[in-house]
């Protein structure tokens, strides 16, 4: 039976002036036109009145934002999309460990522009070597949470499944299952959780639970190059589930040749520190006569202690058998 574990500690040191510890608030919500379509990749503004801090979000592909992390006062939200009107919205109040839910409905702006289309000439790789290709750009697909949740994926490899270009080799039971992009076999795209590279981490996202992921980022092309952590095939960034507040959630599964799966996950907040457990296991008997049985357990913790708004410390902790 082999083991595999893996540990991450990333340490966080910005510029600025080590602050006294504070509590903060959450605001949420969806972002929306007025026909009801969700709007992605907006980003939307908080400002703290009184500091004059401005805080962004992007919203995900479902269309929601999250800004966490704000100091308890009085904030400004406020939205600015091309084509739409821009949205502002005053005397939001933030206390301490709050979450305030609010959905942002933008009108569409009714803008008459003036568009010169010129013929270009196809890029001629011959002529011009020094210039990359257009199907090397850089490319990013996005798997948060909701998606997730919708996808009832069960482990990283289950939530990537469905993003463009996807291809799962499947192996044996020792290597289990691989993933890239383009349909491209060797080598495969690197692995990063946290931001914080990972070497020989292939395998892993096999045994990661699903359940303990909170958003998967994808990067396609030599162009991830520009990131300093990754190769010419891409990287996979996941990004620890986080909690606001306290959460205990648990599954289980049974099917046939005696095959069952359960999971526990608990998270919560507390001041400036958050933390998230996940234990899970999984059997079969597999075919008869055929050596299939298998048993397989999973432990998963990630904290995150933000000691002031110049120090951050996160440590990662999985370990598979």
Known sequence: MRSIVVFVFSLLLLASAVNAQIESGVITGILKDSAGAVIPQATIEATNVEAGAVYKAVSSETGQYLLSDLPPGLYKLSVRVPGFKQFSQTGIRVDAARRIVIDIVLEVDTIRETIT??????LVILARPQQETVALHT??????????????????????????????????????QLFSVRGQRYPYPEYAVDGAL????????????????E???????SATLLTGISGLAGIID?????????????????????????????????????????????????????HGAESMLTLFGHTNWKASDSLSLRATLLYAQ
């Not at 289309?117 to 196809?122: E, L, R, T």
């Open 238 to 290: 996941i990004t620890p589930r986080s909690y606001d507040r306290r959460e205990t959630r648990w599954l289980a599964e049974y099917g046939s040749l005696g095959t069952y799966r359960v999971h526990v996950s608990h998270g919560q907040r507390v001041g400036n520190l958050s933390y998230g457990l996940g234990l899970g296991g999984s059997h079969t008997d597999g075919p008869e006569e055929r």
């Open 198 to 213: 990972f070497r020989e981490f292939y395998e892993v996202p096999y045994f990661l639970s699903a359940e303990d992921v």
């Open 215 to 221: 958003r998967i980022e994808i990067l396609r092309s």
């Open 139 to 176: 490319s990013v697909s996005t798997v948060d949470r909701i998606q997730i949740e919708k996808q009832a994926a069960k482990t990283v490899i289950d939530a990537l499944s469905y993003i463009p270009g996807a291809w799962t080799e499947t192996r044996g039971r020792k290597e289990k």
């Open 117 to 122: 289309v010129s013929a270009a000439s196809p």
